[in-house]
């Protein structure tokens, strides 16, 4: 498996394996750990969480399996984000869901962190959305105390445009080293909002969250989203590829602003397919006639 240095000595692997859906996959503290390892395996190194995902519940069951395993810890590269505050029976006194950037609430959910994935370092940690009371004075202090007593080794972005990265990085000493968005053929936005300019101008490698649009790239719902699933049919006919993941993950790993996706599959087989992707080669055209469906217009 590839692997993408996003900092001098810090490197991810060119496919993220996301955590969000982790209860879904309602896996034993054992089986987790089998197909953490089983996830390693395929040279998928780095795991993407978040502080709420699960409603705060997916962080401490990948720390239960993780703890089952001394060394195991060295082999991965964990992810995780903080930021939002959802409205949750852990929070009863919260009304409303809200975003916090604030010193206490970045450095005190870093110190959750910490203790629900059973470690001592996140590797990255995103700011998980944009906030309008964002305040980026106080979250270079909370980076800064982060980064100097080890517990994040790197920062990063989720969810920014490029006025809110360009603006967080001028407060910053290190550079951010990512921007995770949503990108799939059913999510062109990164395409329309400047945020590919900003991605190949700063010479970052996004992560693309929901490449397969969440599953929806399998079960087309209007006829927009059917010709991008007929579109992407006929590329995999022509490269000799049975599944439309590999498609969408080969469409993807194209472009040149080297997209790393943040696959949210429970499948030990769907997810050595996204691996066995990284040796497909698909023409201009090809990636053109998905990008032209996914408009719904021909090129100007
Ligand atoms: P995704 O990979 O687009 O979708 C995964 C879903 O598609 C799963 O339910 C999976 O089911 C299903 N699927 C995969 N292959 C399939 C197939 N061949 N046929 C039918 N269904 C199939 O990604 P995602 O889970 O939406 O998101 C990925 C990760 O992105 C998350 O885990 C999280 O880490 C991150 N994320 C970040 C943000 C953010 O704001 N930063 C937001 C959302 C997500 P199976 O498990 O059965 O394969």
Redesign the pocket.
């Known amino acids: 498996m590839e692997k993408i240095a996003l900092a001098p000595h810090f490197e991810v692997s060119r496919i993220?394996?996301?955590?969000?859906?982790?209860l879904?996959?309602q896996l034993t503290d054992s089986e987790l750990l089998r197909f953490i390892e089983q996830v390693v395996e395929l040279g998928i190194t780095t795991f993407?969480?978040?502080d709420i995902?699960g409603d705060y519940e997916c962080e401490p069951a990948f720390g239960k399996a993780l703890k089952q395993k001394s060394g195991i810890r060295e082999d991965i590269q964990i992810i995780t984000?903080c930021g939002i505050k959802l409205i949750s029976d852990k929070y009863p006194e919260r009304k409303v869901k809200t975003y916090d950037y604030s010193y206490e609430h970045i450095v005190s959910s870093v110190e959750n962190s910490l203790v629900n994935l059973h470690t001592d370092y996140i590797d990255l940690l995103?700011l998980?959305?944009p906030s309008p009371l964002f305040d980026p004075d106080e979250v270079a202090r909370a980076f800064g105390d982060l980064k100097q007593s080890g517990k994040v080794r790197f920062f990063g972005v989720?969810?920014f445009n490029p006025q809110q990265y360009e603006v967080l990085q001028s407060y910053l000493d290190d550079k951010l080293v990512t921007n995770?968005?949503?990108i799939?053929p059913l999510n062109l936005s990164a395409f329309e909002d400047g945020n590919i300019e900003s991605f190949l101008k700063r010479r970052i490698n996004p992560?693309a969250?929901?490449?397969?649009?969440?599953?929806k790239?399998?079960?087309p719902a209007n006829n927009r989203e059917l010709a991008v699933n007929q579109a992407i049919s006929n590329v995999a006919e022509e490269m000799g590829l049975r599944?439309?993941?590999q498609v969408v993950y080969s469409w993807l790993l194209k472009h040149p602003a080297g997209i790393l996706?943040?696959?949210?599959?429970?499948?030990i087989e769907?997810l050595q397919k996204a691996a066995q992707a990284l040796s497909f080669i698909m023409t201009d055209e090809q990636w053109y006639r998905i990008f032209i469906a996914a408009k719904g217009d021909e090129l100007p």
Not at 209 to 215: E, R
């Open positions: 993220i394996h996301g955590q969000w859906r982790l879904d996959w993407d969480h978040a995902y984000k995103l998980h959305r989720s969810n995770q968005v949503e799939s992560m969250w929901s490449p397969l649009a969440g599953g790239i399998f079960k599944s439309v993941d996706p943040v696959v949210g599959s429970g499948k769907r």
